[in-house]
């Protein structure tokens, strides 16, 4: 009787197999999949912004569905920035979506864009497809947070007098003089560094509180994917010999290059590098405690360069930094807030001596190039190189 029941039980089954007909298990539920999609938005001038992002299911359950959403700083740092989360999120059953919101610190100051991320874990109920999202604060202030903290040079100098200055109190720029270096330096594309920059007659230079501000952006204009200014005192202001103080707060970041430096007023006729260049500042943006000072002239059918450098304690992007140039007949030196970066004599060079005709100025921020490379994912935009005095003494 037993073995009966069996061969009529194993038929039973069969049979329904045969007929398609779900007989002794009930339907598996497949499992809904989590995403987050990011947000990009504004912060706003006053008190906080709320960034609201979607978490979605790609089907509806009968279940609720949790996950826990974790916030990690980016550029964007709490609770500086915004206000950190770690929290569980309920989709309630039926439903496909929720929302988690983050609130964002708003401000009145232009600043670099900042960025923080969301990540999902500890599903139940669901698998998570795609775990993180972006939360991108765009800025779009108009005002700059200026603080004056930093070294400073006095207004005069035993047995010399000041016979030029800018500094920087006006509104705009006194092209009385200074030029506008506009353009990417074609025919001589990159100029001559393989630079990334568009440099525009300005759209990226700003005057606030006595100090002219140089702002780097990510924008695409002309071909080039980044945009700046460079300015030249060239047939305006050029000076043989003295001392010149130029305070200013730098910029940082790979790929990020700010100058201040001299050309020969022979340029345009003798051509680079027979007129000669002094580089009294250049940063790589990738070392921002380090300052550099170099000479370039000419030597045989070539270009030669003598180069010298000083690490500061701190970050020249912290504060206000003076950097000076004291220049004497065959001799060179190069300082950092009084200290000596490098000296430079006729001795020295090889080639012929150019260092003791009249120079002309330039102030520019550079993005990528031969010598820093290029912006990478560590460097945000926009940055700012702002400039307190330019003093010439004699």
Known sequence: MKNFLFIFLISFLFSCKKENIVCCMPPVETLPTLSIDGVSQAEGNNGSTDFAFTIKL??????????????????AVAPADYAAIDKTITIAAGETSAKVVVTVVADEFKEADDDFSLTLSEPSNASIST???????????????????????????????????????????????WNYDVGD??????????????????????????????????????????????L?????KSFKFGRVDIRAKLP??????????????????????ACG??????????????????IHYKSGTGSKNIEKSLVNTASLADEFHVYS?????DKIKTMLDDKVIGEFSSAEVS??????????????????????????????FPQFMMVDYIRVFQ
């Open 58 to 75: 790609n089907q509806a359950s009968s279940k609720s569905v949790t996950v826990r959403v974790t916030s990690k700083d980016g550029f």
């Open 131 to 177: 775990g993180l999202a972006a939360g991108m604060i765009m800025n779009d202030d108009i005002k700059f947070q200026v603080s004056e903290t930093g070294y400073t040079t006095p207004n005069t100098y035993a047995g010399m007098s000041l016979v030029w200055s800018d500094e920087f109190n006006g509104t705009t720029l006194n092209t009385s003089d």
């Open 185 to 230: 330096g074609c025919p001589n594309c990159g100029w001559g560094n393989n630079e990334l920059e568009y440099y525009t007659a300005g759209d990226n230079l700003y005057f606030q509180n006595g100090k002219m501000i140089i702002e780097a952006r990510k924008e695409s204009k002309n071909g080039k994917s980044y945009t700046s200014t460079r």
């Open 232 to 236: 030249t005192t060239m047939n305006k």
């Open 252 to 273: 940082f970041g790979q790929g990020i290059w700010p100058a201040f430096w001299m050309l020969g007023d022979n340029f345009t006729t003798a051509g680079w590098p």
């Open 277 to 294: 260049e002094i580089d009294i500042m250049e940063m790589l943006g990738h070392q921002p405690n380090k300052v550099y000072s170099t």
């Open 325 to 329: 140039l004291v220049w004497e007949t």
């Open 351 to 380: 080639g012929n001596y150019p260092f003791n005709e009249k120079f002309f100025f330039l102030f520019n921020v550079a993005v990528g190039g031969n010598w820093p490379g290029s912006p990478n994912t560590t460097t945000y």
